[in-house]
């Protein structure tokens, strides 16, 4: 796919500049800003990913970026496999979101909470939260999730390279449904994929509240749907209980239809 291609299906979702889908992306994170004309270093992994599996050259244009937002049109001076050198050009300013939106995603089993996430940053996701709630089948303790926590965010950043979701994606750490729900950040619109009768389409709530949204968090169960009182819990919280269609669909299903009808229906506005 060339990079018309690319755009125009990114587009979809997104708001980027055109500017800043260069050839080729490469991860980089410091806390010095890069300068105009001068030279920053890739990281190793970086180095042999960007110059040695895509066999970039000296000359060749790149996107640098990290997971806050920042992103800069380099140029490679030199094309190292250990320690890549990049002229830094010029900052480009990714387009925010019309919202911010946030996946609360209870962790599945499996390897599926990887996938959940690289979809939600192709889609255009701004963050996501993994809890362990009462049906979760995957328990961390400290260590474990540490660990989960710097694999996880490997899948972030190969993700945004794929994607260009350049607009900054944030990974909370592991926590309990509990703990979040004590913790909760301010969410102008709060919503649950929910199997329980009684629900609302998950259109009417975005067309009656998400007009001037500026941050929306959607929750979504793991395998076994979350409990009674995790449901109850979510609804004194002000999460609105929406359904996602009449079929029964897995977790990993149900974050990218959710997140996919939350971000088509922001961008048709």
């Not at 708001?15 to 270093?41: C, N, T, V």
């Not at 990290?66 to 380099?74: H, T």
């Not at 004590?182 to 919503?191: T, V």
């Not at 749907?225 to 669909?249: H, I, R």
């Amino acid at each position: 796919m060339g990079v018309a291609e690319s755009v125009s299906a990114v587009s979809i979702y997104l708001s980027q500049p055109l500017l800043i889908m260069a050839g080729f992306r490469a991860f980089y994170e410091s806390d010095a800003a890069p300068q105009p004309g001068g030279e920053i270093f890739l990281s190793p992994e970086e180095s042999r990913h960007l110059c040695g599996s895509l066999r970039a050259k000296t000359g060749d244009a790149v996107s640098v970026f990290d997971l806050d937002g920042m992103v800069w049109e380099c140029r490679i001076s030199k094309a190292d496999q250990k320690r890549a050198a990049l002229e830094a050009l010029a900052p480009v300013k990714a387009e925010a979101p019309k919202a911010k939106v946030h996946i609360a995603q209870c962790l599945p089993k499996g390897k599926t909470f990887d996938d959940i996430i690289r979809q939600s940053v192709e889609v255009g996701a701004s963050g996501i939260f993994p809890l362990m709630s009462e049906h979760s089948q995957v328990r961390l303790d400290e260590k474990d999730a540490l660990k989960k926590h710097e694999k996880w965010r490997t899948q972030v950043v190969e993700a945004v390279k794929q994607s260009a979701n350049f607009s900054g994606y944030g990974l909370a750490p592991a926590q309990t449904f509990k703990d979040f729900m004590a913790n909760l950040p301010n969410f102008d619109l709060k919503l649950v994929a929910s199997l329980q009768e009684g629900t609302q389409p998950i259109l009417k709530p975005l067309r009656e509240r998400g007009e001037n949204a500026k941050s929306i968090c959607v929750l979504v169960g793991p395998e076994g749907d979350l409990s009674e009182s995790e449901y109850s819990m979510a609804k004194d919280a002000g999460f609105l209980p929406c359904t996602l269609g009449a079929n029964v669909m897995k977790c990993e299903t149900a974050a990218l239809f959710s997140l996919s009808a939350i971000c088509a229906y922001l961008n048709a506005k």
